[in-house]
């Protein structure tokens, strides 16, 4: 079972790195017991660990991703079957993205998220799935050419921000409205850089992006420019030129800056050295 309950073939519950099968598969998640309350002052015996195995999964997916180069985060539903309209779709977005020299990331698993990652392996790209401990039977889709398993979602949910430069979403349920409404947060708030967030499928989102600009903005919950943060698009290839537009402008900028930085960096060298000749001469 995915982590929707839809039926795939899986490769066994992910522990770490332990691979567990049917009745050794556990009824809770490494998440579901941590934020568990507990009794007493058991926590006190188990969280101290914990930390140290959060700890390791950031380190490990770091030291895999370090490398990882240009990259976008591809977000969508993992009950999307392959024959609708929207795997399709995933799979152009995946194909396009390899081909622009962007390495693709999802969830690892069915649907959409198999979609973009066959796209982008059949174009020759680099190809990445961040998969989750889940009670249900889901390995990583057959087409992730790099994989990282990871026990806790805060700790997933930051590879997908810290080595993306773009987020593309397509049509999904309550995990990809999460995602797509941190991502939009973290922008918001500047707690990222203002990199791109495109949804595609104007069918799909347009409800939502119609309620956002109504009674949201009309209660002033959000502001007229929170707005621009999001784009609305049909075509994979237009959804692909607004993140590489945008990743363009980025770089852009941090070369100006680095330049800008320098070029300070040499004029207060430069005062320093003529404010010493200036000493040397009074002597």
Known sequence: MSDDGVPVPGSGYRKGPVLLRRGQIP???????????????????????????????????????AELGPAVSVFGSARTVPEH???????????????????????????????????????????????IELPFEQGMNPWVDLGVNFRYFFARKTMFVK???????????????????????????????????VLVGTDYWQGMVDWLRGPVLDRGMIREADLALLRLVDDPAEAVRIVRDRGDELRAAE??????AERAQEESEAEVADEADEVAGGR
């Not at 490494?30 to 058991?42: E, K, P, T």
């Not at 070369?255 to 800008?260: L, M, T």
């Open 27 to 65: 009824t809770t998640t490494s998440d579901q017991r941590l934020l568990s309350g507990g009794d007493g002052a058991d926590w006190l015996h188990g969280d101290p660990w914990r930390v140290m195995r959060i700890q390791s999964e950031f380190v490990e997916g770091f030291g895999a991703l």
């Open 85 to 131: 309209p929207d795997f399709a779709l995933g799979e152009e977005v995946g194909r396009l993205l390899a081909d622009a020299g962007y390495a693709v990331i999802t969830g690892g698993g069915p649907g959409i998220m198999s979609a973009a990652n066959k796209g982008a392996s059949e174009a020759g790209g680099l190809s990445v799935g961040l998969g």
């Open 163 to 197: 080595y993306a430069e773009g987020f593309i979403v397509l049509p999904g349920g309550f995990g990809t409205f999460d995602e797509l409404f941190e991502a939009l947060t973290l922008v918001q708030t500047h707690k990222v850089t203002e990199f791109p967030i």
């Open 255 to 260: 070369r100006e800056a680095a330049a800008a």
